[in-house]
């Protein structure tokens, strides 16, 4: 069974900096799927980035990046020019890329909680 | 609607007593999934609906949970004599029918439980 691991339950950054949070996975998969969900105090989860382990480029929107690092198993999320509004709970979560089974789970870490200081 | 919708959003019930959670997906959203977070920890998947297959309910914590969508539409999750250990935020989503190269999943706001 695949498990997701986020070491930070909290991280604060000032306004108008770059905050990175990480997250480490394991799986005997070679193919998968990553993403980081977002989840302010509305409790509506929001996707903010996906990556497909096949590729090797990191995904980019806008001002959200990430790290993926397969052999090392860590998909780390930077977010750049920190907003007020970023501020929130941040979820890792993987997917299987299994098109004969159960590839519609998604296993999430615990979470990060980012606060973003004026 | 627009996007996935859940009611009741917060609901206090007493310890034993039966609850009912309702979540409307996204419409032409032929797949629902139920999540269960409890407090401080991540999401675990409950159950599974994709259009008329039968539904992946592998995640459901005990016989006291139980789930039903009606074809392609409203999905109710029913806790039966509830316990505190239920109390959390059941969070549904939807999606069009997963691909292997996925779709991407929309949540609703949740529906939080506090069992007393």
């Known amino acids: 069974a695949q498990t997701v691991t986020q070491s930070q339950p909290e991280m604060s950054v000032q306004e108008a900096e770059t905050v990175t949070l990480s997250c480490t996975y394991d799986t005997s998969e070679s193919d998968y799927y990553l993403f980081w969900y977002k989840q302010p105090p509305s409790r509506q989860m929001i996707l903010v980035i996906r990556?497909?382990?096949?590729?090797?480029q990191n995904a980019t929107e806008n001002r959200f990046s990430v790290n993926f690092q397969k052999a090392a198993k860590s998909f780390s999320l930077k977010i750049s020019d920190s907003q007020l509004g970023d501020a929130a709970m941040y979820f890792c979560?993987?997917?299987?890329?299994?098109?004969?089974?159960?590839?519609?789970?998604?296993?999430f870490g615990k979470g990060t909680l980012l606060t973003v200081n004026p | 609607g627009a996007g996935v919708s859940q009611s009741p959003s917060n609901k206090v019930t007493e310890k034993g007593k039966d609850v009912e959670l309702r979540c409307d997906p996204i419409s032409g959203h032929t797949a629902l999934y139920w999540y269960r977070q409890r407090l401080g920890q991540g999401l675990e998947f409950l159950i599974y609906?994709?259009?008329?297959?039968?539904?992946?309910k592998s995640g459901l914590p005990s016989d006291r949970f139980s789930a039903e969508r009606t074809g392609e539409s409203v999905s109710t999750l029913t806790i039966q004599r509830t316990q505190q250990e239920d109390s959390a935020v059941y969070l549904c989503a939807s999606s069009l029918a997963p691909t292997p190269r996925g779709n991407t999943i929309y949540f609703g706001e949740g529906s939080w439980l506090t069992v007393v």
């Open positions: 979560a993987y997917r299987s890329f299994n098109s004969g089974g159960s590839n519609y789970k998604l296993t």
């Open positions: 990556q497909e382990a096949y590729k090797q």
């Open positions: 609906f994709q259009g008329n297959s039968a539904p992946d």
